[in-house]
């Protein structure tokens, strides 16, 4: 059973580029939430997205925008990178309508440096 | 204020130990709250759901009091390899989605 799966591992990338990131969620789940955690910190919530919407987003600028694909799977997109950016990027899966829903299994994340 | 916030440590213990950790939250519109452990450079792990009833799960035991919006994880006999960092999150439902809101995370260093 393949758990989440994101790539790139690591990401080193200059102020002003874009950068794409991508996620497969865990097997059966069809629901991808995006999450960004500075060093020292929590996990803050990008954004989630559900049937290819995004469905709720986090106090995140425009410059961050992401899809779904119809296999579930998942992109992130940033946009004008800040050195603010430089963080690491965990995707979550889960499946909607199951009464655990909130239960979200994390993928192994992409360290972003933005130089 | 931050909507989820805990005491950043680090705290050092010995093995064997006994740790508590405190999360206090702001919207008592929460619904669900968990402790998830984060291990360096890895993804957090759900430990445990968090219940109004305390809940157990062999040398950890979570509580929630929702009058005072607080929630606690206590471990028993800490071992090495409890050392980590432990998020304490909260879940306010919003219309269909269930956004998880993480406070900045708790760090233990078990000693030998």
């Known amino acids: 059973d393949a758990g989440v799966t994101q790539s790139p591992t690591h990401l080193i990338k200059t102020r002003g580029q874009q950068v794409t990131l991508r996620c497969s969620p865990k097997?059966?789940?069809?629901?991808v939430s995006w999450y960004q955690q500075a060093l020292g910190q929590g996990p803050q919530f990008i954004f989630q997205?559900?049937?290819?919407?995004?469905?709720q987003r986090g106090n995140f600028p425009d410059r961050f925008s992401g899809h779904q694909f119809p296999n579930y799977s998942s992109e992130l997109n940033v946009n004008a990178l800040w050195l603010g950016d430089s963080a690491l990027y965990l995707c979550?899966?889960?499946?909607?309508?199951?009464?655990?829903?909130?239960?979200?299994?994390f993928g192994p994340g992409t360290r972003l440096l933005v130089l | 204020r931050k909507e989820v916030e805990q005491d950043p440590g680090p705290f050092n213990v010995p093995e064997g130990a006994t740790v508590a950790f405190n999360c206090t939250y702001s919207?008592?519109?929460?619904?669900?709250f968990f402790w998830y452990r984060q291990d360096c450079r890895k993804e957090p792990k759900l430990l445990m759901s968090?219940?109004?009833s305390g809940n157990e799960d062999g040398r950890f035991t979570a509580q929630l009091n929702r009058a005072s919006q607080y929630i606690s994880l206590l471990i028993r006999d800490s071992k090495l390899s409890d050392s980590a960092t432990y998020l304490c999150?909260?879940?306010?439902?919003?219309?269909?989605?269930?956004?998880?809101?993480f406070g900045s995370g708790t760090q233990l260093t078990v000693l030998p």
């Open positions: 979550a899966s889960s499946l909607q309508g199951a009464v655990y829903q909130e239960t979200q299994y």
């Open positions: 097997s059966g789940h069809d629901t």
């Open positions: 997205y559900y049937e290819e919407e995004e469905r």
């Open positions: 919207n008592s519109a929460s619904q669900s």
């Open positions: 968090v219940y109004s």
């Open positions: 999150v909260v879940i306010l439902s919003s219309g269909s989605a269930r956004q998880l809101t």
